[in-house]
Structures are given as C-alpha cells and as structure tokens.
C-alpha cells in the first residue's frame, strides 16, 4: 500500500468512526416530551371538552313526568330540553325575557317560533318563576287579565322600550319618526322607522294600538 493509499484508508477510517459517534449520540438522546412541561392549557381544553360533551347529553335528555323548567330563569341547556325546542329556540326564548320577563306561559307566544301547537306541548313542563333582578318587568295587564296595549302616540320613550325588540336606540327613533308625521295612523307605519322589520313588527303589534 502506498503512501496516498494508506492516506485514503485513514482518512475514511476518521469519517467513519465520526458517523458512527453521531448516530450513537443520536440514538441515545432523550425524546422531547409529547407534552411541554407546562400543561394546565391542555387541562383547560380536557375540561372544556368533557363540559361540552355533559352539556350535549343533558340538552337530549327528555323531560321526565312531572319535570319542569323555569322559562324565566334556566339557563339554554335546560330550555332545549323542552318537546319541540332545540338550541335555537332556547335562544330565542332567552332573548324574549331579557326583553321582558314572562308572567304565564301564553306569554312564550310571543317567541319567534313558538305558535300555539308548540306552546300545548310544552305547557306541562313550564314553569314561570320570578324574573332576576335586571329583566325589564311585563306589561301592565288590564282586568281581564290580558296586557294593556301601549299606544304609540302617547307612550314614552320608557314605555316603548317594553315592547319586544324595542331597545332604548330603537325607542328613540320610533318617538322621533311620530313627532316628525304628528303621530302615527297605524301600527303598520312602524316599518317606516329604520330597525323595524316585518318579523319586529309581527311581536309589536299585539301589543301596541294607535289612538287619534
């Protein structure tokens, strides 16, 4: 073997023992944890899951006889549980009695979605409760026992933000847009003022009347 032979031979023999001691050490590295160190984040999404998963199964679980549930105060996965309310709904019915509290099961009529047929099916598993503090009180009714009307000509601004969907911004308008045409005719004139729709104007107007 000569002198650029034995070269060769030792200069492979370096780079090979090279190789071997790094695949060795990588071998025998530690893994990286599957998890970083810190894992309350991961804890957090484990809990979210299951309460999201316990919630499910509650919202599909029927209505035992006898059960009831509180329109005024159970939260959206009680309400669902109601024959013929799903999620949405329970929304709905939520958003009506942060408007104004209900005082007896007819009042859920005035739910989007909720007609006479639904409000049968539901009647044994209602249960109207006092409203939390912070509900806008229910209309005042009349002896009969059915709600005064409000009149749109003579309410005040306090008055018209009982009616549904109506909000103080809203309230505001609908008193400008009367003061602008001396009063309204009718209540269908509600369209006219921005923010009321045809499905505003359908829960209005039981509830509102116009005197001259």
């Known amino acids: 073997m000569n002198e650029p032979e034995r070269k060769s031979v030792a200069i492979t023999s370096v780079v090979l023992l090279a190789a071997s001691l790094v695949r060795g050490g ?4 530690t893994p990286p944890p599957i998890l970083p160190p810190d894992t309350s984040a991961y804890a957090e999404l484990v809990d979210g899951t299951r309460q999201a998963i316990e919630e499910q199964e509650r919202r599909t679980t029927p209505l035992a006889a ?3 549930v509180d329109v005024n105060r159970d939260p959206e996965v009680e309400l669902a549980r109601l024959p013929g309310v799903g999620p949405a709904l329970a929304r709905r019915i939520i958003q009506a009695r942060e408007e104004r509290a209900f005082t007896r099961p007819e009042d859920l ?3 989007p979605g909720i007609g006479d047929a639904t409000l049968e099916r539901i009647r044994e598993h209602v249960e109207v409760g006092a409203a939390p503090s912070g509900i806008p009180s229910p209309l005042p009714r009349s ?3 059915a709600p005064d009307r409000i009149d749109l000509n003579r309410a005040s601004e306090e008055e018209l933000e009982q009616l549904p969907g109506v ?3 809203l309230a505001g308008r609908i008193a400008e847009a009367r003061r602008e045409r001396g009063g309204f005719r009718t209540v269908e004139e509600l369209l006219e003022v921005s923010g009321i729709g045809p499905a505003t104007l359908d829960r209005i107007r039981p509830l509102a009347t116009v005197q001259p």
Do not use: C, H
């Open 109 to 111: 009529l005035r739910v």
């Open 143 to 145: 002896g009969s026992g």
């Open 26 to 29: 990588w071998e025998l590295r």
């Open 167 to 169: 909000g103080p911004a």
């Open 66 to 68: 006898g059960e009831r």
